[in-house]
């Protein structure tokens, strides 16, 4: 159930960029970023709400393809700041009706100077 | 914005103690509340869902008399660990959500450190 990232792990330069995928089994309603620096909680990054969605927040942006139960974070030029383990999350549907919260699998990421 | 409280921050108790770790909402009511459990270089796993005045929703393989969990109002849940062991040692964070839908967004503490010896 729980939605699957990869890369795992990237080692970056200082102004490269990357991208990172979460892809889930179940229907995607929404879906949330967030960064987490090592012992701290995760810090909301964005969130997408509808399917083909694309949002940016400085020089980090993210897409929603609903159809393909999927999105993409994407990283540009980056900094030493965006180190850290970057978490999709999203609500999923349960059999009682409800909705519980779940994150996917992580990717590490660290930016070397 | 919304803020969402966690006490203690970080705790050391010995092994077969108790634990209780506090989750609040402080500016807003929570309709429900989820407890997550994060082991090192791991991700965060879903341990149970609190809805005020009922019952939590467990995960599987989490066990619920061992984490017990109370969600006594809109604004407070709790999470007890009973007779705590080392292998309990871990990142205890709490999310708290307005709403029941699935783009409803969460609001995170500041998680909680146990640690067991």
């Known amino acids: 159930q729980q939605p699957v990232q990869s890369p795992q792990a990237v080692i970056l330069r200082e102004g490269e960029d990357a991208v990172i995928n979460c892809s889930s089994s179940?229907?995607?309603?929404?879906v949330h970023w967030y960064r987490q620096k090592h012992g701290e909680a995760p810090v909301f990054l964005m969130i997408l709400l509808k399917g083909g969605e694309q949002k940016g927040h400085e020089k980090i942006s993210a897409s929603f393809n609903e159809k393909k139960q999927q999105s993409s974070l994407y990283l540009t030029a980056s900094q030493l700041s965006y180190s850290g383990t970057y978490f999709c999350?999203?609500?999923?549907?349960?059999?009682?009706?409800?909705?519980?919260?779940?994150f996917g699998t992580g990717t590490r990421l660290k930016v070397l100077a | 914005g919304a803020v969402v409280s966690q006490h203690p921050s970080r705790v050391i108790c010995k092994s077969g103690t108790s634990v209780k770790i506090e989750c609040r909402s402080l500016d807003f009511q929570a309709t429900t509340m989820f407890w997550y459990r994060q082991f090192p270089k791991q991700s965060l796993m879903l341990m149970a869902t609190?809805?005020?005045?009922?019952?939590?929703?467990?995960e599987q393989g989490v066990e619920k008399d061992k984490f017990l969990i109370n969600h006594a109002s809109l604004t407070l849940s709790t999470l007890t660990v009973t007779s705590a062991h080392p292998e309990d040692s871990s990142f205890y964070i709490c999310?708290?959500?307005?709403?029941?839908?699935?783009?409803?967004?969460?609001?995170f503490g500041p998680g909680t450190r146990l640690t067991v010896l």
């Open positions: 999350g999203t609500n999923l549907f349960t059999t009682s009706g409800t909705y519980k919260y779940i």
């Open positions: 179940k229907a995607l309603y929404s």
């Open positions: 999310s708290a959500r307005v709403g029941g839908t699935g783009t409803d967004t969460q609001y």
């Open positions: 609190s809805n005020e005045g009922s019952k939590a929703t467990y």
